[in-house]
């Protein structure tokens, strides 16, 4: 008896498709849970904290979280999760295409272009996004940035 290992697998498209599909869905349950868990690091005062820890090191351990400064750190981070849910979206849009079995379409390659190209812009707002962090922490501090970094957030 011969055995044709190709004839009990399902064919290289329909697991493409089937494939695309559960990706899609990643993709949808990834786009809320940046949304989500960004909101609550704004609104929980020890994620944001966490934050500050990250963006400011130490110095961000000694500030007391005012309702001021989650506003100025959610202008700080708007722009860097506005860039991964862009890109996030474009990925969801090119597994649908791939779900809808279109796989080498003008606009399933204009939407890897787009995630291309948005990866590598988050590239170059990852310095600006720090920059403006510690910008921001230093801002009317009297005795410089070297003396209590960014106490200009506590209020």
Request: contains cysteine.
């Amino acid at each position: 008896m011969t055995y044709l290992p190709m004839l009990d697998r399902p064919a290289p498209m329909d697991r493409l498709k089937r494939m695309a599909r559960i990706m899609s869905m990643v993709t949808i349950i990834g786009i809320g849970a940046v949304a989500i868990l960004t909101i609550l690091g704004l609104v929980i005062p020890d994620w944001t904290r966490n934050l500050l820890l990250a963006k400011l090191g130490l110095a961000g351990a000694e500030l007391p979280i005012a309702a001021s400064a989650r506003l100025i750190i959610a202008i700080i981070i708007a722009v860097p999760v506005g860039v991964i849910l862009y890109g996030l979206f474009a990925v969801r849009t090119l597994f649908a295409e791939f779900a809808l079995g279109h796989v080498f379409t003008a606009r399933s390659a204009r939407c890897l272009q787009i995630f291309c190209r948005n990866r590598a812009g988050a590239g170059t707002t990852r310095p600006a996004h720090h920059a403006g962090a510690h910008q921001r922490a230093d801002i009317r501090e009297p005795a410089g940035p070297a003396h209590g970094r960014g106490r200009v957030l506590a209020q």
